[in-house]
């Protein structure tokens, strides 16, 4: 079951420009994550944003979270060739027995453009 | 550099085959998960441990088992692979009773022909 659905499926953009992924969810969450996929490795962790928190900035990153509308959104700011990845949007959800888990959504696939 | 290792980066079995996956950590992760990859479908649950010879069943656990006897490895078995099977399979760890970040292997792309 995806809980995270991304906007756009798949970002085209020239470096330098700034690239915005947008994340909707269902339920209730405890925190949000956004992790990165370079093409066929394994995920990396980007941020987390607890659902107490608005903004988040880590580097050239920037996450908002407004829970009253279930949304998320990642902007990049200055894009590089590097930042070329599936970005994924990750929430916990409470599990049977009481256990948290992440749940994926299926990605943005961004494309920087030397 | 903390790490989760994957065993295989590509593995290729026959229908009927019996396959493990393995993943170790070297962070004394409580948490471990393993994760399916597919096109449009995004990353699934499979099964995940919380502790030592504890297992949980996740989203998609049919075909699948898993084994924790140290806290450091879990693997994954498919006990007689299908071709519907073929995929990208994750290995993921993470600390503490809450979900933080979770670090990832670099997976295992597995094609059952």
């Known amino acids: 079951s995806q809980q995270g659905e991304e906007d756009p499926q798949a970002l085209s953009i020239q470096e330098g420009e700034n690239a915005t992924m947008n994340c909707s969810y269902k339920t209730s969450i405890n925190n949000l994550q956004w992790y990165r996929q370079n093409s066929g490795r394994g995920l990396v962790h980007l941020i987390l944003i607890r659902s107490n928190e608005r903004e988040k900035h880590s580097g050239r990153l920037r996450v908002t979270l407004d829970t009253s509308k279930k949304s998320s959104s990642l902007l990049i700011t200055a894009s590089r060739a590097a930042d070329t990845a599936s970005y994924f949007c990750?929430?916990?959800?409470?599990?049977?027995?009481?256990?948290?888990?992440?749940?994926f959504g299926a990605g943005t696939r961004l494309a920087v453009h030397p | 550099d903390v790490k989760v290792t994957q065993s295989s980066r590509y593995l290729v079995k026959r229908t009927g085959e019996k396959v493990f996956l393995e993943c170790v950590q070297d962070?004394?992760?409580?948490?471990m998960f393993w994760y399916r990859q597919d096109p449009g479908l995004g990353l699934r649950l499979i099964y995940f441990s919380y502790d030592v010879k504890m297992k949980e069943k996740g989203d998609i656990p049919e075909g699948y088992s898993v084994s924790r006897e140290k806290k450091e490895r879990f693997s994954l078995i498919l006990e007689s692979a299908s071709t519907n099977q073929t995929s990208m399979y994750l290995c993921a760890s993470s600390s503490g009773p809450r979900t933080y970040g979770y670090t990832f292997g670099s997976g295992t792309r597995l094609t059952v022909v």
């Open positions: 990750a929430t916990v959800s409470m599990f049977s027995g009481g256990y948290n888990k992440l749940i």
């Open positions: 962070m004394d992760h409580e948490n």
